[in-house]
């Protein structure tokens, strides 16, 4: 089983630096780099999986593939879940534990915009009061005046892809 490498905070600052697609949670905005989103698709059919905890909704078939679907309200615990209009699934693509490509559904509220950020504009994520741990978070940025929470997505769903 491949192990996720632990990186300096240096070194976690220039893997923010980049184009991130950004996406909102309840009130929060988080950003996931660009290279790692396939697609995003309205929402759909999912399939529940018996026995996986609450926030692995299931599986969607995705152009004959199926993909594991996550809500990422409840995986971070920002309320319970709601489908709105702007509600939908974000595929992204990450390295699963045999270190190959494997695509996953993020379930957002909505999608906000691409952006670029420099490694100046990244700061380290305080040291108390987040919902979950430090390690899925590459760096803080500040965008035209908001806050970002820049995830490592594989880190995030790392033991949810274990499952599959």
């Given at each position: 089983?491949?192990?996720v490498?632990?990186?300096?905070?240096?070194?976690?600052?220039?893997f923010a630096?980049?184009?991130?697609?950004?996406?909102?949670?309840?009130?929060?905005?988080?950003?996931?780099?660009?290279?790692?989103?396939?697609?995003i698709?309205?929402?759909q059919?999912?399939?529940?999986?018996?026995?996986m905890?609450?926030?692995v909704?299931?599986?969607?078939?995705?152009r004959g593939?199926?993909i594991?679907?996550i809500?990422?309200?409840?995986?971070?615990?920002?309320?319970e879940d709601?489908?709105?209009e702007?509600?939908?699934?974000?595929?992204?693509?990450?390295?699963?534990?045999?270190?190959?490509?494997?695509?996953?559904?993020?379930?957002?509220?909505?999608v906000?915009?691409v952006?670029?950020?420099?490694?100046?504009?990244?700061?380290?994520?305080?040291?108390?009061?987040?919902?979950?741990?430090?390690?899925?978070?590459?760096?803080i940025?500040?965008?035209?005046?908001?806050?970002?929470?820049?995830?490592?997505?594989?880190?995030?769903i790392?033991?949810?892809?274990?499952r599959?």
């Amino acid at each position: 089983m491949a192990e996720v490498k632990e990186v300096s905070k240096k070194e976690k600052h220039a893997f923010a630096a980049g184009k991130f697609l950004t996406f909102a949670l309840g009130e929060e905005s988080y950003g996931v780099a660009v290279l790692k989103i396939r697609e995003i698709i309205r929402m759909q059919k999912i399939t529940p999986v018996p026995q996986m905890p609450k926030y692995v909704k299931g599986v969607i078939n995705l152009r004959g593939k199926v993909i594991p679907v996550i809500d990422m309200r409840l995986k971070f615990e920002v309320g319970e879940d709601k489908v709105t209009e702007r509600t939908c699934i974000v595929v992204v693509q990450i390295n699963n534990v045999e270190g190959m490509q494997t695509s996953v559904g993020l379930i957002v509220d909505a999608v906000e915009e691409v952006v670029n950020i420099s490694e100046d504009e990244v700061e380290d994520p305080p040291e108390i009061g987040n919902q979950f741990e430090n390690e899925y978070i590459l760096g803080i940025a500040k965008i035209k005046g908001e806050v970002k929470t820049l995830l490592d997505i594989d880190r995030v769903i790392l033991e949810e892809i274990k499952r599959f």
